[in-house]
């Protein structure tokens, strides 16, 4: 089973600001088969990128994934109001398929 | 625009069973594979398992595989997770989501329903 570590588990933020989220696994993703999801308190997660670095449909470009193996980043290129929220990472290169524990960006 | 609608919420008593559904929309329902995902405080998101409603191939996670059943009736275009025998450790939030590929056993899930909340409580 490949362990995502997802890190840190909070940042506190600034409107306007740019952040990094950083997920790790503990054995290669081929395929570039990693995910990113947002979730709201009381809302089902919402896929934000998939297959490491493409936009789901809707996501605003301000959204950008990258990496390889076994270090992946989600980036945010301007913090606005609507993202402060939980980020998830997703690998589906194997099963299970398995998800990070999360980052909550907070705001400062 | 597909969507996918859960049941209501459930309380149970422990060793009772339970069978909640996720309903599609959208006539495409049986060529993509439905996910169901439990959310803990405790574990936080975790895949269950996977299954193509247009012949009924599930994949099951370890972890629950002989926990748990899945199944769906594509005529109705509605997935279904189900329990023979109820644990307080189930008490937890389920959601269904479409996997966005078609062609993959597993992939992203791109359309998720709203959640199932189950409380298993003597």
């Known amino acids: 089973e490949i362990v995502l570590t997802q890190s840190p588990a909070t940042l506190s933020l600034s409107p306007g600001e740019r952040v990094t989220l950083s997920c790790g696994a503990s054995?290669?993703?081929?395929?570039?088969?990693l995910a990113w999801y947002q979730q709201k308190p009381g809302l089902a997660p919402r896929l934000l990128i998939y297959?490491?670095?493409t936009r789901a449909t809707g996501i605003p470009d301000r959204f950008s994934g990258g990496g390889s193996g076994t270090d992946f980043t989600l980036t945010i290129s301007r913090l606005e109001p609507e993202d402060f929220a939980v980020y998830y990472c997703?690998?589906?290169?194997?099963?299970?398929?398995?998800f990070g524990g999360g980052t909550k960006v907070e705001v400062k | 625009e597909v969507q996918l609608v859960q049941s209501g919420a459930e309380v149970r008593k422990p060793g009772e069973s339970l069978k909640i559904s996720c309903k599609g929309s959208?006539?495409?329902?049986?060529?993509?594979?439905i996910a169901w995902v439990r959310q803990t405080p405790g574990k936080g998101l975790e895949w269950m398992g996977s299954?193509?409603?247009?012949?009924?191939?599930?994949r099951y996670s370890p972890s629950f595989r002989g926990q748990v059943t899945i199944s769906a009736d594509k005529s109705v275009t509605t997935a279904y997770l189900q329990w023979s025998s109820l644990r307080a450790s189930d008490n937890a939030m389920y959601y269904c989501a479409r996997q966005l590929s078609p062609v993959y056993y597993y992939y992203a899930m791109d359309v998720w329903g709203q959640g199932t909340t189950v409380t298993v409580s003597s």
């Open positions: 959208g006539d495409n329902f049986r060529n993509y594979w």
């Open positions: 297959d490491t670095s």
């Open positions: 997703q690998q589906y290169d194997s099963s299970p398929l398995t």
């Open positions: 299954i193509y409603p247009g012949d009924s191939d599930t």
């Open positions: 054995q290669s993703v081929s395929s570039d088969h």
